[in-house]
C-alpha cells in the first residue's frame, strides 16, 4: 500500500507583498518554494477522506452541522485540525481541542463549507 501526500495553499500574502488571500492547488514542492521565496501561505493536508459531497476533507476545514432546536435551524461550525499525527474534528466550545473526535470515528457525514482562512470568524448561527 503506497500513500500520496496532498496538500492544498491558502496564499495570504505573495513575496511581493500583494494580499491574495485566495486557495491555491500546487505540488508540495511548488507550494513549499512559495513559502521559501517569502509568499505567506498556510499549507493545509489533505486527510484521505471525502465529505458527503465528494470533496476532499484538509486540516483547516470546516465541518457545519446544523441541528433543529426549539423548532428553529441551527448551525455550528467545527474545524478539521491535524494533531498528533491524526485528523480530528474540534467540538469544543471554545475551539481550544478540549473534545476532539477522530475525524474516521466521526458518527455522521462530514459537510465541509469553507475552512478557517476563508472564514476566520467562524461561529455557530441561531
Not at 486557495?23 to 505567506?40: C, D, H, I, N, V
Not at 448551525?75 to 473534545?99: H, L, M, N, Q, R
Request: glycine content about 8%; proline content about 5%.
Amino acid at each position: 500500500m503506497s500513500y500520496e501526500l496532498e496538500l492544498r495553499g491558502f496564499v495570504h500574502r505573495n513575496c511581493s507583498g500583494q494580499i491574495i488571500n485566495q486557495m491555491r492547488y500546487a505540488s508540495p514542492f511548488q507550494l513549499y518554494k512559495w513559502k521559501e521565496q517569502g509568499t505567506e501561505i498556510s499549507i493545509m493536508l489533505f486527510s484521505g477522506k471525502l465529505d458527503k459531497n465528494n470533496r476532499k476533507i484538509f486540516a483547516g476545514d470546516l465541518h457545519k452541522d446544523e441541528t433543529i432546536v426549539d423548532g428553529e435551524m441551527k448551525a455550528s461550525y467545527y474545524p478539521i485540525i491535524f494533531e498528533d499525527a491524526s485528523f480530528w474534528v474540534d467540538e469544543s466550545f471554545k475551539k481550544d481541542g478540549t473534545c476532539l473526535i477522530p475525524l474516521s470515528e466521526y458518527p455522521e457525514p462530514i459537510n465541509i463549507q469553507g475552512n478557517i482562512f476563508e472564514n476566520p470568524n467562524y461561529k455557530s448561527e441561531g
